[in-house]
């Protein structure tokens, strides 16, 4: 069994000022997964639900990932909750990592944040991927009066009873969710949804999702995207995912067999999904690779300048001289054939370098 997965937590302010907890876990080419709610950054590693998407996640790449507002280690009394102000948020997460270029993951309500995004900033996103997610929030796809009481009332649910001791209010969002979870998966996803969001966060998050509509956006779409739905999703219709990739030009449907909107490690479209993931979006040489012309010591001075650092605080932190740090520096330019430190500093952080310093 290999050692747990680390990752380094910091916080970031919001357009609004609220914090904004964000992590990083592992080495290589920078990955971005948008929010998504029912999320703790601190909780997610030994989950038995989100673990294993972590781990993959950051076994090929440096996988940034936050709480949305309201829940997990960001602010829980954020107040306003809506996809232009999740767009917003995504954007100072992205910017206080420092990446330029990245690949951007969506999953469930995050996948809309995702297409957001990536229509409004064509130059930062080079792949996406989606999976369970949606155009069209629950109140907008409604086409009947009985749909639409549904959505009204999920949310007056989670008023009432998410909050509770008694695990059977929050069990109702449990199947829909991970329907052929196990006894443990489900009692695990119980407490989550308690610690992760308080139950009036919970409702208002739910309100502002129902309301989505990004069917406008897809269009303007224009990395190479995959989406992944499964083919029984319990929480969001198969169709919308369906309606993500043939509205979002040149994309490339997989549809993944299971019922669960979470894919579970001990299912087959999990295995599936890692492939299409892989195949999609495959990591990028080692670093020895790719900076095999850089000795170790100016690699990782690379490394120091790619976290923002001046030639003095390197110094400070390798027990050098400057001078000797300049000199460094200069190899490091003439190597990587770049004119200046910025330049040096955009190439280090899209192989993954400088960004969990």
Known sequence: MGSPLRQQIRFCRAADGARLAWATSGDGPPLVKASNWISHLECDLQSPVWGHLVDELSSRHRLVRYDQRGCGLSDRDAGDHGLETWVSDLERVVDAAGLEQFPLLGISQGAAIA??????HPGRVTHLVLHGGFARGRLRRATTPE??????LMPRLAEIGWGRGNDAWRQF??????????????RWFNELQRVSAAPATAAAIMRATDVVDIVDRLPEVRCPTLVLHATGDA???FDQG??????IPGARFAPVEGCNHLLLPDEPGWARWVEEFRAFLPAAAPLAEQFGGLTPRELALLDL?????????IAATLALREKTVRNH??????????????QAVVMAREAGLGIAA
């Open 115 to 120: 297409v957001a995004y990536a229509a409004r």
């Open 147 to 152: 749909m639409r009481e549904e959505a009204a």
């Open 173 to 186: 969002f449990t199947t829909q969710f991970i329907p052929r979870g196990g006894p443990e998966q489900h």
């Open 235 to 237: 929480r969001v219709p």
């Open 242 to 247: 369906r309606l993500l990739a043939s509205a």
């Open 305 to 313: 300048i790619a976290t923002g650092r001046d030639n003095a605080q």
């Open 329 to 342: 520096v200069t190899n490091i330019y003439a190597k990587l054939q770049v004119a200046n430190r910025a």
